[in-house]
């Protein structure tokens, strides 16, 4: 059975920095693509990075590049969000999605199947 399991979300100031994980189970993590995918209050779900299973590409939505970096640790099986000069608008629930139907980074939320449930992320002063 796929588990991913998101922690290391919490409350922080703007401008601050938060890296949150994916600790992964039941599936051969390293040969699957992994992304984190993002839901603001209100607001549908966001796809945010996605990383390859060698870890050898990545790739970013617009409003965070320069800001978030996607990783993973194969031999943990861990995905990896570091994310720094944190902006209110960051604010959301953060989600780890994957799909073994897919070779290739889907940019949209639509394209992963499984799913973890999700670590709150709030930015505020």
């Known amino acids: 059975e796929v588990q991913l399991v998101e922690s290391g979300g919490g409350l922080v100031q703007p401008g601050g920095s938060l890296r949150l994980s994916c600790a992964a189970s039941g599936f051969t993590f390293s040969r699957f693509v992994m992304s984190w995918v993002r839901q603001a209050p209100g607001k549908g779900l966001e796809w945010v990075s996605g990383i390859n299973g060698g870890g050898g590409t990545t790739s970013y939505v617009d409003s965070v590049k320069g800001r978030f970096t996607i990783s993973r640790d194969n031999a943990k099986n861990t995905l990896y969000l570091q994310m720094n000069s944190l902006k209110p608008e960051d604010t959301a629930v953060y989600y780890c999605?994957?799909?073994?139907?897919?070779?290739?980074?889907?940019?949209?939320?639509?394209?992963?199947?499984?799913w973890g449930k999700g670590t709150q992320v709030t930015v505020s002063s």
């Open positions: 999605a994957s799909s073994k139907a897919i070779t290739s980074i889907q940019a949209r939320p639509g394209g992963y199947d499984y």
